[in-house]
């Protein structure tokens, strides 16, 4: 069946297990308040989370690069399971939550057609709690090193340009 | 050349006149650059328009999203929140003994 092909790709997956009980990193997750102190890569800020925690409902989080640049995410939640599962779509917004093409930003966003971010909360016992983040995109790890060779080959075309350049002078 | 197009798109007429080449030596490096997937070329009307793709000028950059990256570092950052908060959670527990 052609349908399950799109189902066999392999997502990007990220996992963690937070010393802390489930319902404390449920809350972590879900209240809008503790969603600004970790939103973001590492040097970013949240500078505004607004959060309507509800199937229908939507997340708009800000996220302020070191060097200041702002960019914004919208996450549309589709399915909530109290304490163990959010089934959501994340996506690049604008400052009013409109879908914005993440190519606009200069962001690769290879999503897999009818896929949704998956969320899972598992508690370990000993007050220990898996989250498991399913992203509705393809695996990164082989892409990430593929980015950087990615651009190491720009760098190579752009040395043969310019050198074709310098000759036909 | 992508000097000029990293300040906005430019027709191929507009590329020719700082250089000293023909307007058919230009076109043939566009084509490099185009084969390259460094520079989008589009119509408009009767001129050909060449534009920088999007992710040339952002990789450039010091920061480029990528999305384990964010989920990474974002998990980083909560594990810190979830320890602020059991801390806090306790703190609540002592004072409520108390009273």
Same mark, same amino acid.
């Given at each position: 069946?052609?349908?399950?092909?799109?189902?066999?790709?392999?997502?990007?997956?990220?996992?963690?297990?937070? &010393?802390?009980?489930?319902?404390?990193?449920?809350?972590? @997750?879900?209240?809008?308040?503790?969603?600004? !102190?970790?939103?973001?890569?590492?040097?970013?800020?949240?500078?505004? =989370?607004?959060?309507?925690?509800?199937?229908?409902?939507?997340?708009? =989080? =800000?996220?302020?690069?070191?060097?200041? !640049?702002?960019?914004?995410?919208?996450?549309?939640?589709?399915?909530?399971?109290?304490?163990?599962?959010?089934?959501?779509?994340?996506?690049?917004? &604008?400052?009013?939550?409109?879908?914005? &093409?993440?190519? !606009?930003?200069?962001? *690769?966003?290879?999503?897999?057609?009818?896929?949704? &971010?998956?969320?899972?909360?598992?508690?370990?016992?000993?007050?220990?709690?898996?989250?498991?983040?399913?992203?509705?995109?393809?695996? *990164?790890?082989?892409?990430?090193?593929? !980015?950087?060779?990615? @651009?190491?080959?720009?760098?190579?075309?752009?040395?043969?340009?310019?050198?074709?350049?310098?000759?036909?002078? | 050349?992508?000097?000029?197009?990293?300040?906005?798109?430019? %027709?191929?007429?507009?590329?020719?006149?700082? $250089?000293?080449? %023909?307007?058919?030596?230009?076109?043939?490096?566009?084509?490099?650059?185009?084969?390259?997937?460094?520079?989008?070329?589009?119509?408009? /009307?009767?001129?050909?328009?060449?534009?920088?793709?999007? /992710?040339?000028?952002?990789?450039? %950059?010091?920061?480029?999203?990528?999305?384990?990256? $964010?989920?990474?570092? %974002?998990?980083?950052?909560?594990?810190?929140?979830?320890?602020?908060?059991?801390?806090?959670?306790?703190?609540?527990?002592?004072?409520?003994?108390?009273?």
């Amino acid at each position: 069946m052609t349908e399950n092909t799109v189902n066999e790709i392999e997502r990007m997956v990220v996992t963690r297990v937070f &010393d802390a009980p489930r319902e404390l990193v449920w809350k972590a @997750w879900t209240d809008p308040k503790y969603v600004m !102190q970790w939103w973001g890569p590492k040097g970013f800020t949240s500078p505004v =989370c607004k959060m309507d925690f509800r199937v229908g409902g939507k997340l708009l =989080c =800000c996220m302020r690069a070191p060097d200041g !640049q702002e960019f914004w995410n919208a996450v549309e939640y589709h399915e909530i399971v109290p304490h163990e599962k959010i089934v959501s779509l994340m996506y690049f917004a &604008d400052p009013e939550g409109n879908r914005i &093409d993440p190519a !606009q930003l200069g962001v *690769e966003h290879e999503a897999i057609d009818g896929a949704y &971010d998956v969320t899972l909360f598992e508690d370990l016992g000993n007050g220990q709690t898996k989250l498991t983040f399913i992203g509705n995109e393809p695996m *990164e790890s082989a892409k990430n090193s593929g !980015q950087m060779e990615g @651009w190491n080959q720009i760098l190579d075309k752009i040395a043969v340009v310019l050198a074709e350049m310098a000759q036909a002078k | 050349m992508i000097e000029r197009l990293s300040h906005g798109p430019a %027709s191929v007429r507009g590329l020719t006149e700082p $250089f000293a080449l %023909s307007q058919q030596m230009i076109s043939k490096h566009i084509a490099y650059l185009v084969r390259a997937r460094i520079v989008i070329k589009t119509k408009r /009307g009767r001129e050909s328009v060449c534009t920088l793709r999007p /992710g040339t000028i952002k990789t450039v %950059s010091d920061w480029a999203f990528n999305y384990r990256r $964010f989920w990474e570092e %974002s998990f980083d950052k909560l594990d810190v929140v979830v320890n602020q908060m059991k801390m806090e959670v306790r703190d609540d527990r002592k004072h409520g003994e108390r009273n």
